[in-house]
C-alpha cells in the first residue's frame, strides 16, 4: 500500500538513497522496539507525501490472534482534538460561529459562570474550566454534568494555560448544536469522505465502533474501554487516514489559509525538554524544529497510544498508532528525528517493571527480585528505565490481580531504592491495608505524611483506619 498526496508547491524531493537507509535504521528500531514488548501498533512516516517507512506490529486482539496491520483502526484518544478544531475552524469560515463568542450562546445550560469563556479559550485551552476523571463509557453528557457543577472558573479566561479534554468536548457539542448533526455524521460529511479517510469514525453511543484495535497494558492483560466523550477523545482511525489528514493541511483542501494560519498563531508559551517553546494553537501543539514550524499532538488513554507530528518544513509526517500502554512514545520520537536528521540514535530504556513481572511469572518473585538487584550492578544496566513509577505500576498492578504479598514486596522495594519518595511509602501502606495489616499500613502511611506533611488526602485517611 502506497499513499501518494498531491503537492500544491514544487519542493525538492527526497533521494531516493537517502531513503532507503533511512528506512532501514527505522525499521531496526522499530523491530527491536517490537520485540521487546515496547510497541504493538501501526506506524508510517511520509517524505513530501511518499512513503519513507510503514509497517504494522502485533496483535490487533490478542484473544482471537487478529493480527495488526496498517488498516486497523485504532482509539485516537487525544489525537482526536486536531480534528475536532478543525470541524470548528469549517464553521467559523461559513460564518457559522466567532472564536470570540461565549460558549454559552450555544450550550446555554452550562452554569453562569462560564460566560467569559470563549470558543478560542476552549480551542486553546484557556478557559479555566475544572478537570474531571473519566471512566469507561464515558459520555458527553457525564462530562457536561460536571461542568454544571462548577461555581467558579479556576482562572480568569486566556490569562493562563491548562489542558482541558472537558474543552474539546464542549467544542463537539457546540458542532452538534450548530450543524444539527451528530459529531460524527459532521465530520464524515466535511473531513473524512472528502478527504478519503474511510476507516475514521467517531464512535457513538448510537454507533458504537466493534470492528477496532483492542487496548492492552504492558503487563499482558486487556486494558480496554470505549470512550463517548465526544470531541476529546472519541474519534477511531488508522495512519494511512490521519496521514491524508496531515497532507490536506498542505494544500488548503478543508480552509483557507488564512482560516488555517491563525490556528497555528502562538499562544501563551509553554517551555518543553523535547520540542523547546511551544504554544498550544486550535487544536495542535506548535513548536519549531530546524528552525521551522513544527504541529504535534497525542493520545493516551487505558491501552492506547497515538501520536502525529507534521514537520512542515521539511513536508515529513510521522504517524503511529498503539493498542500497548507503552511509555517510550517521546523517546521513540527523538530516535526517529535523529534518524531522519542522519544523527545517531539511543534505544528507548525498556521500563523494569514490565521486565520484572515476566522474571516474576518464570521463577517467582523473590528471584525476580534478585535478578533485579543484579541487573542494576551489571553492564546492561543502562538498557532500563528505573524510575519509581516503573515499581510502582508493578505494585499496584500485582495489588489489583490478587497478589497482594508479592505487590507488598515490590511496593517495600520502591521504599529502599526511593527512600525519600512519600509516595512510595503511601502506596506500601495501601497495600498493608489490604491484607489488614493496620499497625504497618499506619507504620508506611505516617513515614509518608512525615516526607510530605501538607497531604491533606492522606490526613483523612489516616483518620478513617485510626
Not at 99 to 105: D, L, M
Not at 126 to 142: A, N, R, V, W, Y
Not at 177 to 185: E, Y
Request: net charge positive; aromatic share 10%.
Amino acid at each position: 500500500m502506497v499513499f501518494v498526496f498531491p503537492i500544491n508547491q514544487v519542493l525538492a524531493q527526497p533521494n531516493p538513497n537517502d531513503r532507503v537507509l533511512k528506512n532501514k535504521k527505522i525499521d531496526s528500531l522499530m523491530n527491536t522496539l517490537y520485540e521487546r514488548g515496547q510497541f504493538t501498533g501501526a506506524i508510517l512516516i511520509t517524505d513530501h507525501g511518499h512513503v519513507l517507512y510503514k509497517k504494522a506490529f502485533g496483535m490487533a486482539d490478542r484473544e482471537h490472534r487478529k493480527p495488526y496491520s496498517l488498516n486497523t483502526p485504532g482509539y485516537l484518544q487525544s489525537l482526536s482534538k486536531p480534528i475536532t478544531a478543525m470541524g470548528i475552524m469549517i464553521l467559523k469560515e461559513r460564518g457559522k460561529l466567532r472564536y470570540e463568542q461565549s460558549i454559552r450562546n450555544y450550550l446555554p445550560d452550562l452554569p453562569s459562570c462560564m460566560q467569559a469563556v470563549t470558543i478560542r479559550n476552549l480551542l486553546q485551552h484557556t478557559g479555566g474550566l475544572e478537570g474531571f476523571e473519566d471512566f469507561p463509557d464515558m459520555t458527553e453528557q457525564d462530562v457536561f454534568k460536571i461542568m454544571q457543577k462548577q461555581t467558579v472558573l479556576k482562572f480568569e479566561p486566556g490569562s493562563k494555560f491548562e489542558y482541558s479534554n472537558a474543552g474539546y468536548t464542549l467544542l463537539g457539542m457546540i458542532i452538534q448544536k450548530i450543524s444539527g448533526q451528530s459529531l460524527n455524521g459532521f465530520l464524515t460529511q466535511n473531513i473524512f469522505s472528502p478527504l478519503g479517510m474511510h476507516n475514521t469514525a467517531v464512535t457513538e453511543l448510537q454507533h458504537r465502533i466493534k470492528v477496532r484495535a483492542i487496548g492492552y497494558d504492558l503487563f499482558g492483560s486487556k486494558n480496554d474501554a470505549d470512550s463517548f466523550e465526544g470531541g476529546c477523545a472519541s474519534i477511531i482511525s488508522t495512519v494511512g487516514d490521519i496521514a491524508k489528514f496531515d497532507e490536506s493541511l498542505y494544500t488548503y483542501k478543508l480552509v483557507s489559509k488564512q482560516t488555517q494560519e491563525e490556528a497555528f498563531a502562538p499562544s501563551i508559551p509553554q517551555k518543553d525538554d523535547i520540542y523547546g517553546d511551544r504554544s498550544y494553537g486550535f487544536g495542535w501543539w506548535v513548536s519549531t524544529h530546524n528552525g521551522k514550524r513544527n504541529i504535534f499532538h497525542n493520545g493516551s488513554s487505558y491501552g492506547f497510544k497515538a501520536y502525529d507530528e507534521i514537520l512542515m518544513g521539511e513536508h515529513i509526517n510521522i504517524i503511529h498508532i498503539s493498542n500497548l500502554r507503552h511509555s517510550v512514545m517521546f523517546s521513540m520520537r527523538t530516535a526517529i528525528i535523529n534518524i531522519l536528521n542522519g544523527k545517531p540514535y539511543d534505544l528507548p530504556p525498556r521500563g523494569i517493571g514490565p521486565w520484572i513481572y515476566t522474571q516474576t511469572k518464570a521463577q517467582g518473585i523473590d528471584s525476580a527480585i534478585t535478578l533485579y538487584n543484579r541487573i542494576k550492578m551489571s553492564s546492561n544496566k543502562n538498557d532500563f528505565n528505573y524510575a519509581e513509577s516503573e515499581l510502582n505500576t508493578l505494585g499496584y498492578y500485582l495489588l489489583r490481580s490478587g497478589h497482594e504479598q508479592d505487590a507488598i514486596k515490590i511496593f517495600s522495594l520502591n521504599t529502599i531504592t526511593y527512600p525519600g519518595s512519600f509516595n512510595a511509602y503511601d502506596s506500601l501502606g495501601e497495600a498493608y491495608l489490604k491484607i489488614g495489616d493496620k499497625a504497618q499500613g499506619l507504620a508506611n502511611y505516617k513515614r509518608s505524611l512525615e516526607l510530605n506533611p501538607n497531604n491533606e488526602d492522606l490526613k483523612r485517611r489516616i483518620a478513617a483506619v485510626k
